[in-house]
């Protein structure tokens, strides 16, 4: 069967059709949530992707979090369903408490729109479970909040359960021990700065985002 | 509008908004950018791509650097939140433009061809609805205090920052799907943006153009403070606004999507029968002023201004840049004349609905070409350039314009594409001067020339006069932006990075004419003398075996030769590839340095060297052997020898004077 995959859409998201277009090129079937419904409709897995929900107003995903839908992607992931959340998804993932730690902005205040090198760090999570520690994927990033933070405490305890899924090669943007993305202790929720289904086609130059969305749709 | 095939239609535009740049650099490029949106939403079309032709003063002037890093941040902060991508454009310093900068703004849109809907009012007892931002006292006179005086007096400048607009991307973003949703589900009649003389302007025209009056309600308009004059309401420049022409069967469906968008709506007129536009306090209330809606519009006045060249003309033609002391070392003047415009591009998101094949710092920028409506891919892309050259156009208006158009050409050639349609944003000083009235005048035949030499249609334009600053006017400056469309994309064109190993070649004629380069006017001031001279047919024959070549994927590398010439095209390609270059048969700096037309540099697999040459013979094009792509030095022999390391320190450092100042 089909993998449906929600893409809730805030008003200010922009990256919702980029990832139903490449979920839809790896097998999957993407299709759109509104953050004003209650419900999730019955999909499989969802992605809160990546833009300026609420226009970023107040603080990056400060306000998304209280999004009618947020109630139901909150329960589905605490009932292990797979949530992904990319570049401005992340931040809203933060603010709502499914995962630790903040984004704030780039080390060099400046926004940030080019090319990374991830490192795959851990393959227990629904992004990388179809690939090995250690890989290296070329992945573009796209943020003026990209510098993750969190305590002493919270990084010994992602480093302790391998929450940690992916760092930089070449930090961009001052990100805490070069984290790119982290995942929840059971690997359901990830999120992640850069943009995977920016990556996900030959002419783009890279498809290594593919790569992760498969595992997410559970493909081999 | 433009039809691309595969019934999708294309909506291109490109406007200036030089002088609120001027006095407020942030939010005058952010209101730059959401201007030319709305008049590409307005047609029905989502916005797809934004491109920006910008051009400041030296970086050595603070106040010139305040602009540029104003104008980045401000189209950086509107347009990623607005959610469409800045896909390319130029960055421009030059003396000429210290306090008066050019801020060009280009947007593309898409659309089912079948879909036009234009700006215009029909169907009497049909409903004008005000959709978007509330009203303010925020650019009223904007266009008029703005637009048409010249600048020299910071104080003065100081007062007018209040008729610069402050701009809103969530507010426009909602307001972009808002309108697109109303659009795609039938409920418009006619549909226009509020810019320049905000309801004033949008009522008239829309009144005028469908023959028809209106009745607007000053007291139904949303208002952002209390105490606002009707002739505020009307005048106000306040951004993220349209206005809808809607039948009355249709009210709840327009309120009930622009709800869901939690777009503000309100029903403001009313269109009557006759031609006049009337203003009421109240729908029935009481007439505060009227007017017939065309006096606004179409009854504007024509002006035949004075023209005559410079005094200086003849003898300015005379002094040729090749008399110029050549340099007393060729590797330096090079590295002094490669800027890098990275710093700008990287705070764009340029990647934004994964179309872009070919971002910022490539000779054209290729889009992937998907239908608007079924998100099917066509497999053919469209490609984009945006060009103007203001050293060209100041030592000869008409061939330095008709150079650009050239140049537009081949930079869509060297990424497999041919033209399709050109738009221009014309960027001139004060037309009160004859001088600068000629200088107009001359550009518009050199683009009219070009254009029919090439068969490119001019299917739209903007003109930004009285760009004077301190009684010193700009040179002029054309910007050419030029779609094109490439018929088959099956893989990534070659760009600017060569292979260790690949064999060098020009192809076209060598010309070493120095007139209006880049490296007379940074090194002596130099912007006089005669352009280099441009064949329209073996242009044409150029940039036709260079999109063939690279549509068949025989080139590794190719960069057209334009600002810097040769040397500039040569240290450019070594910095992206970060392969040097062994070289010969460049003779002396006037070959290196000359921006003569029709020539681009390709970088070949020895293998398939000879198949090229043959191409080129059977094309009529000269193709010249002047190295080998290798090593860690960038070496003319004779001529040049830097390492790559001194190289790749300008460039990887963009802005030397802004960061080390």
Known sequence: MTTRVGVVVFPGSNCEHDVVEAVDAVGGSGELLWHKDKSLGGVDAVVLPGGFAHGDYLRTGAMARFSPIMDAVTQFAQDGGPVVGICNGFQILTEAQLLPGALYKNQGLKFLCQPSVLRVESTDSVLTRRLNVGDELNVPINHFEGNYVCSEEVLAVLRENDSIVFTYQDNPNGATADIAGIRNENGNVVGLMPHPERAAHPLLGSTDGALMLKGLIGID | ?661
């Not at chain 2, 002023?289 to 300015?316: F, I, N, T, V």
């Not at chain 2, 990534?492 to 990075?497: D, E, K, T």
């Not at chain 2, 040397?567 to 040097?580: C, D, I, P, T």
């Not at chain 2, 860690?632 to 802004?658: H, Y």
Request: hydrophobic content about 45%; glycine content about 12%.
């Open chain 2, 1 to 661: 509008m433009v039809d691309v095939g595969d019934g999708i239609a294309a909506a291109i535009r490109i406007e200036s908004h030089n002088h609120p740049s001027a006095i407020e650099p942030y939010q005058g490029a952010a209101t730059g950018v959401g201007g030319i949106l709305r008049d590409i939403f307005t047609m029905g079309a989502r916005p797809i791509a934004v491109m920006d032709s910008l051009r400041f003063g030296l970086p050595s002037d603070p106040r010139s650097r305040w602009i540029a890093e104003g104008v980045v941040s401000g189209i950086s902060g509107y347009g990623n939140a607005v959610g469409v991508p800045t896909v390319g454009g130029e960055t421009v310093f030059d003396e000429t433009y210290t306090g008066n900068p050019l801020v060009n703004v280009l947007c593309l849109g898409l659309m089912p061809a079948d879909r036009l809907v234009l700006g215009r009012a029909s169907g009497e007892g049909n409903l004008a609805v005000l959709l978007g931002a509330s009203t303010g006292r925020d650019g009223i006179g904007g266009v008029s205090v703005l637009a048409s005086a010249s600048f020299g007096d910071e104080e003065k400048e100081a007062e007018k920052r209040p008729s610069v607009q402050v701009g809103d991307p969530f507010e426009e973003k909602r307001l972009i799907e808002a309108c697109l949703a109303l659009l795609d589900a039938g409920l418009v009649v006619g549909i226009q943006d509020l810019g320049g003389a905000g309801l004033t302007c949008a009522t008239s025209e829309t009144a005028s153009r469908g023959g028809v009056g209106m009745d607007v309600d000053v007291a139904a308009v949303p208002r952002r403070e209390p105490g606002m004059e009707p002739f505020e309401v009307l005048t106000s420049e306040s951004q993220e606004r349209m206005l809808a022409i809607v039948s009355p069967d249709g009210l709840d469906d327009v309120l009930a999507i622009c709800d869901r968008w939690d777009v503000q709506a309100s029903v403001v007129g009313r269109v009557t029968e006759g031609g006049l536009l009337r203003v009421r306090d109240g729908m029935d209330g009481q007439v505060l002023g009227e007017l017939p809606a065309a006096s606004l519009h179409e009854d504007a006045p024509s002006y035949d201004r004075p023209r005559r060249p410079p005094e200086q003309w003849e003898a300015a033609k005379a002094d040729s840049a090749d008399s110029l002391s050549p340099p007393a070392d060729v590797g330096a003047d090079l590295l002094d004349l490669l800027s890098n415009p990275s710093w700008v591009y990287r705070q764009y998101d340029h990647m934004l609905f994964c179309n872009t094949v070919v971002g910022p710092g490539g000779d054209a920028t290729v889009l992937r070409l998907k239908h608007p409506a079924t998100g099917a891919d066509t497999g053919r892309a469209l490609a984009l350039t945006t060009d103007g050259n203001n050293r060209w156009c100041a030592v000869d208006p008409r061939a330095g314009t008709a150079l650009t158009v050239a140049e537009s050409v081949l930079n869509l050639a060297c990424v497999g594409a041919r033209p399709l349609a050109l738009v221009n944003c014309l960027n001139f000083g004060n037309p009160e001067h004859p001088e600068v009235m000629w200088q107009f005048s001359e550009a518009v035949d050199g683009m009219a020339e070009a254009c029919d030499a090439f068969g490119i249609p001019v299917v739209g334009g903007n003109v930004s006069l009285y760009n004077e600053s301190n009684g010193h006017n700009i040179d002029p400056t054309p910007v050419i932006g030029l779609l094109g469309v490439i018929d088959s994309l099956t893989r990534i064109p070659p760009g600017l990075a060569w292979r260790d190993g690949d064999r060098v070649i020009v192809l076209g004629e060598a010309s070493a004419g120095l007139s209006g380069s880049l490296w007379a006017a940074a090194t002596a001031g130099h912007k006089r003398g005669q352009l280099p001279a441009l064949d329209y047919e073996q242009h044409r024959r150029v940039a036709g075996l260079v999109a063939g070549l690279v549509a068949d994927d025989r080139l590794s590398a190719v960069h057209d030769v334009s600002s810097g010439g040769l040397g500039v095209a040569l240290a450019e390609m070594a910095a992206v590839s970060g392969v040097g270059f062994r070289g010969a048969r460049i003779h002396g700096h006037a070959e290196l340095f000359s921006e003569a037309p029709s020539r681009v540099v390709a970088a070949v697999n020895p293998e398939l060297l000879p198949e090229v040459e043959a191409a080129a013979a059977a094309n009529g094009v000269a193709v010249a052997r002047i190295g080998l792509a290798a090593g860690d030095r960038l070496a003319v022999k004779g001529l040049l020898d830097l390492g790559l390391a001194a190289i790749a320190d300008r460039w990887g450092s963009p802005m030397p004077e802004l960061t080390s100042g």
